[in-house]
């Protein structure tokens, strides 16, 4: 699997990380999720072959909107995993994945362990309620960003994280429930 440098030394510098790019893995391109975390977790959830799910959350703040991607994974014999990644609608790179993801009919996860090597390559789970919600949280960013006169995307994320609880991330990759 192909990374930029500038990807490979973030990802070497991360305990955990979670991201979402542009690649080929032979397809043609399409937007892939890398998350680095600890061989042990990844290695347990691949041989549980763990199910990989995905939620969407917006929240409108006075900086701007912020559309949230939360992963998760759980294995009774590792753990789970957790990762959560944004998305700033005002950013034309960000608002190109999104569409992008959402005419995608498959959503890959390339798992890297401390070594930076590919510990497991997954499929999220990807149908159509996971596609609605997405769109949802799309039409409710791009809603909310026609009320922002300066937006301040890092100011955001920071208001994002204040207000909304891990729990509530989670529960959105369960119950397809966005705020």
């Given at each position: 699997m192909k990374l930029s440098e500038e990807?490979?030394?973030?990802?070497?510098?991360a305990e955990f990380a979670f991201l979402c790019l542009k690649m080929d893995l032979g397809g043609g391109e399409e937007n892939i999720l890398i998350v680095k975390s600890t061989g042990e977790l990844l290695r347990g959830l691949k041989g549980e072959n763990?199910?990989?799910?995905?939620?969407?959350l917006t929240e409108a703040t006075e900086a701007g909107p912020v559309i949230c991607l939360t992963l998760v994974s759980k294995s009774s014999a590792s753990g789970e995993l957790v990762g959560e990644?944004?998305?700033?609608?005002?950013?034309?790179?960000?608002?190109?994945?999104?569409?992008?993801?959402?005419s995608q009919p498959r959503l890959k996860v390339a798992m890297f362990d401390e070594g930076m090597e590919v510990a497991w390559l997954a499929?999220?789970?990807?149908?159509?309620?996971?596609?609605?919600?997405a769109e949802q949280a799309l039409d409710k960013a791009e809603e909310a960003a026609?009320?922002?006169?300066?937006?301040?995307f890092s100011l955001a994320r920071e208001l994002f994280q204040e207000k909304v609880p891990m729990d509530t991330l989670v529960a959105s990759a369960y119950h397809g429930v966005g705020s």
């Open positions: 990807i490979k030394e973030y990802l070497k510098g763990a199910e990989v799910r995905v939620g969407w990644t944004f998305f700033d609608v005002f950013e034309d790179e960000d608002y190109d994945a999104l569409k992008d993801i959402l499929e999220a789970v990807w149908g159509e309620l996971e596609r609605i919600c026609g009320k922002v006169e300066n937006p301040n």
